[in-house]
Structure formats: C-alpha cells, structure tokens
C-alpha cells in the first residue's frame, strides 16, 4: 500500500500539478479556512491547551460560532487534511526524487499522510467537545490538545524537510 502510493506520488509530483495545488493551498489558507474558523482563535490553531482553557474558549465563541465551527471542523477541515497532505508529499517527492537515487529518504514523502491522521482525529475530538457543550470531558480536551500538539510538532519536521530538501537539490546542481 505504502509502496502504491510512493508510485502514484512519482506520477504526479510534477511542476505543473504542483503550481495547480499551490493556487489550491491559497484559496484554501486564505479563503476557505477563515470563513469556517471561529471569532477568536480556533483551539487547532494553538500549540497546546489545557482543559480549562478550551471549554473557555469554547464558551467564549457563543452558539453561532460554536455551531460554524462544527460544521467546517466536519465538512472543509476534513478535506484540507488530505489536500494538504498530498499537495506537501508531493513537494517533498519531487526533490527526493531529484536528489536520492538510492531511495533512502523515499519514505519522508509519506510523512503529511500521518499529519493528515492525527488532524482528522483532532478535528473529530474538537468537534465532540463542541457538540457536547456545556457538558465537559477533560479527558476528550487533553486528548484534543495532545493531537494539535502532536499535529505541529509533525507539521515542523515535515517543515524542516520541505526545506531541506530544496536546498540539498539546489546545491547539488551547481
């Protein structure tokens, strides 16, 4: 399956297809994800969070933003995970394919996919606590803020990568 997947990655990791996502990204990033985001700061947006502070930021959107919230969390956030995550394995694809010929990093392309499973879980807990609300599960918030945290420590690795990668590939070809 992983193998499949690294194939059908090298069949697409094109600089056309990449320029199309990229213009993708934006409109998900600047258009999309704004008007689904609640007034104040959405708890998936944060680094970490304890339970208090979720169920008061919780409280603190009202019941217009509670509900939008849950809606987006459970229709465009749920599609932007995998956006993502295929548009940044196939940038990471592109320049590994460009400078390992041995295939020793051919897996690191496979890293967004595992971002991608930790937000769907985030968004599914956050959209619990929403739905639950004034009701309260610490438990559910402290699993909540372990998979954001989780989520960005994964997305600064892949971060990391989707700069170095670039880089090796430039120096290597001068």
């Known amino acids: 399956m992983l193998q499949k997947l690294i194939v059908w ?37 944060h680094l970490y969070y304890g339970a208090e502070y979720a169920y008061d930021l919780i409280k603190s959107y009202g019941d217009y933003n509670r509900e939008r919230y849950v809606i987006g969390s459970a229709t465009i956030d749920m599609i932007y995970p995998l956006y993502y995550a295929t548009f940044l394995g196939l940038i990471l694809r592109f320049f590994i394919d460009k400078i390992d010929s041995n295939n020793r990093w051919q897996y690191f392309s496979l890293a967004p996919y595992v971002i991608m499973i930790i937000d769907f879980s985030e968004n599914l807990t956050i959209i619990a606590m929403l739905s639950m609300f004034p009701d ?17 420590l994964l997305f600064f690795i892949v971060s990391t990568l989707l700069i170095y990668f670039p880089i090796h590939y430039f120096r290597q070809s001068k």
Do not use: C, H, V
């Not at 309260?136 to 960005?152: E, G, H």
């Open 9 to 45: 990655q090298q069949q697409w990791a094109i600089k056309k297809i990449l320029f199309i996502l990229a213009l993708g990204y934006l409109i998900f990033s600047f258009y999309l994800l704004p008007q689904i985001l609640p007034e104040g700061r959405a708890l998936d947006l």
């Open 136 to 152: 309260r599960n610490d438990s559910l918030a402290m699993l909540a803020s372990a998979l954001t945290f989780i989520k960005w």
